[in-house]
């Protein structure tokens, strides 16, 4: 049993995390959130569940769901929002270039426009791809329900779309993203490598005297990022979603923010990859994230 429950939560944590977070918008929720459904596995017959992986998405959503409906009863303090906090917090207006969309998308300013079955339904089906009929069973509508659901969403996002920048990172561009994380996490040098462009160049803000390192070609970049990132980092990967052809992949490390990387699609490869890793240009997205930097 122990066995199993371990194998399962390398296998499926991140995914259910990443669905978690993009629900809530905030990672500390998203990991009690997770923590509760790996505590209610504990207690299940793990050998009489045919899919873990998909008993984990319906747990974790309807726990999700239940939260989102539970805010909207019980609305939070606009002066005590994480959005309040964040903004508050002086920042240079340099690090703003940088910072400021991941931030509003970090904060869902545009999701929380949604009811909590909208915004279930379209996090599941919009951006994960889940199919309407598995959604209906967790948010207790039948699928065409969820099928009008989703596009009162989608026409809901589409009105605030250009005032906040909000996007849905079209479906190859989160797949080459979702296969940079499982390469990094599973510390697969051939897989990362056959994800890097050729000439792919890696730049990184660590900040203080060291600056920006610059890493170009396809083995020293992979290298760089098995080693930052990998599975003796003991660093977990999350996607955010960038405008255009970039996507957003930030670096948790001990309930810490320790870096973004943004990185640059072509074609299906990975052509650029822009890192910033100083902690005090970190701290609003930190903040932003329900996390410290």
């Known amino acids: 049993m122990d066995d199993e429950l371990g194998r399962a939560w390398r296998e499926h944590r991140r995914h259910v995390l990443d669905i978690g977070f993009r629900m809530l918008g905030n990672v500390a929720e998203a990991e009690d959130v997770v923590q509760e459904a790996f505590t209610r596995l504990t207690r299940a017959d793990i050998d ?49 270039v940088t910072l400021d969309d991941s931030v509003r998308i970090a904060l869902h300013l545009v999701l929380e426009r949604l009811s909590a079955a909208e915004r279930t339904v379209f996090v599941l089906h919009d951006v994960f791809q889940y199919p309407f009929d598995a959604i209906a069973d967790i948010v207790g509508r039948t699928p065409a329900a969820c099928r009008q659901l989703a596009s009162r969403a989608r026409r809901t996002v589409r009105a605030e779309g250009s005032s906040s920048r909000f996007v849905v990172e079209p479906a190859e561009q989160r ?61 977990t990967l999350l996607s955010l979603p960038a405008a255009g052809d ?14 973004i990387a943004t990185l640059t699609v072509r074609d299906g490869r990975v052509a650029h990859i822009d890192a910033l890793a100083d902690p005090t240009r970190l701290t609003p997205l930190g903040d932003a994230l329900g996390l410290s930097a």
């Open 48 to 96: 009489q569940i045919d899919d873990v992986g998909g008993w984990l998405v319906v747990v974790v959503s309807r726990l999700c769901l239940d939260r989102l409906r539970s805010e909207r009863r019980h609305p939070t303090a606009p002066d005590e929002s994480l959005g309040d906090r964040a903004e508050a917090r002086a920042v240079d207006p340099a690090d703003r």
């Open 175 to 235: 797949q080459v993203t979702e296969r940079f994380i499982a390469a990094c996490a599973g510390g697969d040098l051939d897989g990362l490598l056959a994800l890097l462009d050729p000439g792919v160049a890696g730049e990184a803000d660590v900040g203080g005297r060291v600056g920006v390192r610059v890493v170009t070609g396809r083995e020293p970049v992979a290298a760089g990022l098995l080693q930052f990132f990998g599975p003796k980092s003991s660093t």
């Open 246 to 259: 970039r996507a957003c992949v930030v670096a948790l490390r001990a309930g810490r923010v320790v870096a």
